[in-house]
């Protein structure tokens, strides 16, 4: 790779960099324990201003991730004083993002100066208070946070304690309805009671039934582990038509999807019992008992309907109180969303329910309550204290964990000044705001095989605690998984397999050796992992067109639409060079046209190439059948590291027995922007069969990424300048040398357009983050006076239509209805209010943005600020956004190859390798 300047380019420049934007103190970061959320910024997952300063707050109408704003205010005040101390509450000028928080990179350390911005500071509340020595840190037998606790102790299927305080037993219960089998101990989940339970739970007892019961207020599910992986043949759930309905309701526009949760928690039916649906053509699916409904899962969010004044309802009644705490009324309209229709009269009750809202921090809802209840507001005040758990495990999802271990949330509550951590958890387990879950613990390398006689003796576990939204939906997701595992049955002795010869005969006409053992596996099996580079993108291409010239309704599915794009053209090039193996002559077909070939067939294909978020929603692909269910046989995902734990489990729950699912990906990229990390889940499960493609990326670019993703960081040949080094000494001469390789130098040496090439830095925040650049990219290339919310015509943006969700496009126009936008050849219209919270410059994107998608030319910058974070996961999927260049303005020094080398990700806590296999039977090998 060269490290000269492109041809043509200027010497470096000197220092120029604004002097507001000054970069930002790195070391104001405080670790925290292990998995403890907040704990610094993650370009892994969801980085923001990179070392803000703790516990301050911006002036008002100021950005929130503004450093120098953030540097303005003094330091959080102590108020372990008894109420004397001066009220403090949110601010006003509440950030235009901070309904965006942990969105493809956006959420701000904890602590950090990313809530609604205020002009004074806002004391937090019981400073000072230690809580007592943390319980439940041992390695071998966790166990739950403090005395009366839940006992990590006892074996991994042993009925665990619920917490109450007074006694710990549980009374077992009976097996979930229509439970064809027992749940693994491995991710069961311990028993709690909820409000109104009368103390009284099911046991985690492993020989009690599917699952156990978890607090009441759960809504239909009954507690998340009632569900069964049993698989086999039947119709489709109560609960699968209930989220059928949903997300048509949310998508339509007539719900929100606030509303679902807002209602008060329904009866979960029971499973009906039906007779087993017919099995897929050419295909004998394995019998089963039937299996209870799944988990409902919570359907992606969607802004609630607004009423006449484009005000969400019950705004009204929340800014009065508001007021009297002191806080913005600006915020009036996210806490009516965050709490439903009665969130004046929740407020009032508990000031702490503040947190609920995006941005809040604990301090500012300290002062908020401090000023509504005066000296009734102590720390150790019982709602806080569930509140502050709730507020550090939803902290916690937006850094990808699906659950916290219980003596990091343990920690994690005394740095909070809870003066009893113990009793806080106990009190947050019965009142079910959190569940609890025991999964095995892994034997250490070298340990001896437990012996028979042994079988009786405790085994390790882990306990975990975590929130219901998240359990439900990975709970949801590993019985769908194993329901698709279970699928199709191996042929008997003597028996020859139905349909075998057309997949072999599609095998054999495969592109590639990799693409045809691609092919023969999903002929035997339901679930399938692929995993393997941008070249092995075509292996997928190849078995959906073989699929779908067998008359099986095949469609592939991408993160993104440039990755749609770019599917459908691998999908077209395929059906367009015959590779389909005898799908009988098409009417269209000319008298020298092979069949199955030709423009048609090109086009055809082409139309099986959809995105995820568009075949959930129906925009895109078949539709849903009579039952909720997609109307499809093969569903092939690429981009699987970009699905969290929500996201699919919707999908999987919206497929119909008897399909297949392929989950293909590049396991070198970072991990969903949303909590859980599903494809890693499912390959170190190793449940199902897995396909690893042996087809190379090609060029100097895929040489270069594909050494990083074994940890090392080579030199590689570029004699057309595919891979250019850029040192700079500091932050200001990397936004110069970034701006002048865009605007001059990659379009003169390279012939890459401005708007082909994109920018990419680890966070928002610093003197070289996204805001920063995309200040300068805009000053050089689109200059303006951003008469609509700092906008204009031209401006490339990032509009982020939902949670993990980027969309680049382009402002078209403004007018009273909203921003204008051009996504890809697609309108968008952004109302007026929702500009500030869901568009922003795309000039300069995060690594999490870029995910999922590739220009003709990537400039990665690396400032010296944002070293912390690096990590082998950021580096490799930043350095392989660029087809045909990349540049790396580099100021990151020893830092680069220290993470390449050493740091291959950020972990997360999930819970799904651990269900999947208490559920699965292990994938037979060789």
């Known amino acids: 790779m060269s490290t000269d300047r492109l041809a043509g380019d200027a ?100 602590g950090g100066a990313d809530g609604p911005a205020a002009g004074g500071q806002a004391p937090s509340a019981g400073q000072g208070t230690s809580g007592g020595p943390g319980s439940g840190q041992g390695s071998g037998d966790a166990k739950a946070p403090g005395p009366g606790g839940v006992s990590g102790g006892a074996g991994a299927g042993a009925p665990t304690p619920a917490g109450q305080g007074e006694s710990g037993d549980a009374e077992a219960g009976p097996r979930a309805e229509g439970a064809g089998r027992e749940r693994a101990p491995a991710g069961h989940r311990a028993s709690s009671p909820g409000v109104g339970q009368g103390g009284a739970g099911t046991s985690g007892d492993a020989g009690t039934g599917d699952g156990a019961s978890g607090p009441a207020g759960q809504g239909e599910s009954g507690g998340a582990g009632e569900t069964s992986g049993g698989g086999g043949k039947g119709r489709r759930s109560a609960a699968a038509e209930a989220l059928a309905a949903a997300v048509r309701a949310v998508e339509s526009g007539e719900r929100s999807a606030a509303s679902f949760f807002n209602d008060a928690p329904a009866a979960r039916p029971a499973a009906p019992a039906a007779p087993a649906a017919p099995a897929a053509p050419r295909e004998r699916a394995r019998t089963a008992a039937p299996a209870s409904a799944p988990a409902p899962v919570r359907p992606s969010s969607a802004r609630p309907a607004r009423g006449p004044r484009a005000e969400i309802p019950g705004s009204g009644d929340v800014r009065a109180v508001l007021a009297a705490g002191g806080a913005p009324e600006a915020l009036a309209g996210k806490v009516a969303e965050a709490l439903g229709e009665h969130a004046a009269e929740a407020l009032r009750e508990d000031p702490w329910q503040l947190l609920t809202v995006p941005g809040v921090r604990p301090d500012q809802a300290d002062g908020f309550a401090r000023s509504l209840l005066g000296p009734a507001c102590e720390p150790g005040d019982e709602r806080r204290a569930l509140a502050l758990t709730g507020w550090l495990l939803e902290r916690a999802a937006l850094e990808g964990h699906t659950a916290l271990e219980s003596s990091a949330l343990h920690d994690a509550l005394a740095k909070a000044s809870v003066p009893d951590p113990d009793e806080a958890l106990r009190t947050a387990i019965a009142e079910g705001v959190v569940l609890v879950f025991q999964d095995a613990l892994d034997a250490p390398a070298g340990a001896r095989p437990r012996a028979a006689e042994d079988e009786d003796a405790e085994q390790p576990v882990r306990v975990l605690l975590g929130l219901d939204r998240y359990a439900l939906a990975e709970e949801s997701l590993a019985d769908g998984l194993a329901r698709l595992a279970s699928t199709f049955a191996p042929a008997q002795d003597g028996e020859a397999p139905v349909g075998d010869a057309e997949w072999e005969a599609a095998a054999a006409a495969a592109p590639s050796a990799s693409a045809a053992e691609l092919i023969r596996t999903v002929a035997a099996h339901g679930l399938v992992a692929h995993s393997g580079g941008e070249a092995a993108r075509a292996e997928p291409a190849a078995l959906v067109a073989a699929a779908r010239a067998m008359g099986l309704r095949a469609y592939a599915a991408a993160h993104t639409e440039d990755g749609r794009r770019r599917l459908a053209a691998a999908l077209s090039e395929t059906a367009g060079t015959g590779q389909d193996p005898d799908p009988g002559p098409s009417p269209e077909a000319g008298p020298d046209e092979a069949p199955g070939t030709g423009p048609e067939a090109g086009t055809e294909a082409a139309s099986a190439a959809v995105t995820v978020a568009g075949l959930l929603a129906g925009a895109e692909g078949p539709g849903r059948d009579e039952e909720g269910a997609l109307a499809l046989d093969l569903l092939v995902v690429l981009d699987a590291p970009q699905l969290d734990v929500e996201t699919a489990a919707m999908l999987v729950e919206s497929l119909p027995d008897g399909a297949r699912l392929v989950l293909s990906g590049d396991p070198g990229v970072l991990w969903s922007a949303g909590p859980g990390r599903v494809f890693a889940d499912l390959v170190a499960a190793r449940r199902c069969p897995q396909v690893v493609s042996r087809t190379p990326d090609p060029g100097p670019i895929g040489e270069l990424v594909s050494g990083i993703g074994i940890g090392e960081l080579n030199q590689v040949e570029a004699p057309g300048k595919e891979v250019v080094i850029v040192p700079v000494r500091d932050a200001g001469e990397a936004v110069h040398r970034t701006v002048q390789l865009v605007a001059d130098s990659v379009p003169r040496a390279i012939g890459v357009p401005p708007e082909q090439t994109q920018v990419i830095t680890p966070g928002h925040g610093g003197a070289a983050g996204t805001r920063a650049l995309n200040a300068a990219l805009k000053d050089r290339l689109n200059p303006g006076p951003g008469r609509f919310g700092g906008f204009d015509p031209g401006d490339r943006v990032a509009y982020t239509p939902a949670p993990g969700r980027t969309v680049p496009g382009t402002v078209v126009s403004a007018d009273a209805e909203g921003l204008r936008l051009d996504c890809a050849g697609t309108p968008v219209v952004v109302a007026r209010e929702e500009v500030g919270e869901l568009v922003r410059h795309g000039w300069a994107l995060t690594a999490h943005q870029a995910a999922g998608a590739r220009w003709p030319a990537a400039v990665v910058v690396l400032p010296g600020d944002a070293t912390a974070g690096l990590t082998r996961a950021w580096v490799y999927t930043a350095f392989g956004r660029g087809e045909r260049h990349l540049s790396v303005v580099h100021g990151a020094d020893a830092a680069l190859p220290r993470a390449v080398a050493e740091i291959p990700f950020k972990d997360r806590t999930t819970r799904l390798r651990a269900l999947l296999q208490a559920q699965v039977p292990p994938a037979p090998t060789g």
Do not use: C, I, L, W
Not at 43 to 54: L, S
């Open 11 to 110: 010497a470096p420049a000197p220092e120029e960099a604004d002097p507001s934007a000054k970069p930002e103190n790195p070391g104001a970061r405080a670790p925290g324990a292990p998995g403890a959320p907040g704990t610094g910024t993650d370009p892994d997952h969801a980085p923001d201003d990179r070392g803000e300063p703790a516990a301050t707050v911006a002036p008002a109408g100021a950005d929130r991730n503004d450093a120098g704003a953030a540097a303005a205010a003094g330091p959080a005040e102590s108020a372990g004083r008894g109420g004397a101390d001066e009220a403090g509450a949110p601010g006003t000028g509440a950030s235009p993002h901070s309904a965006q928080e942990g969105t493809d990179g956006e959420q701000p350390p904890a």
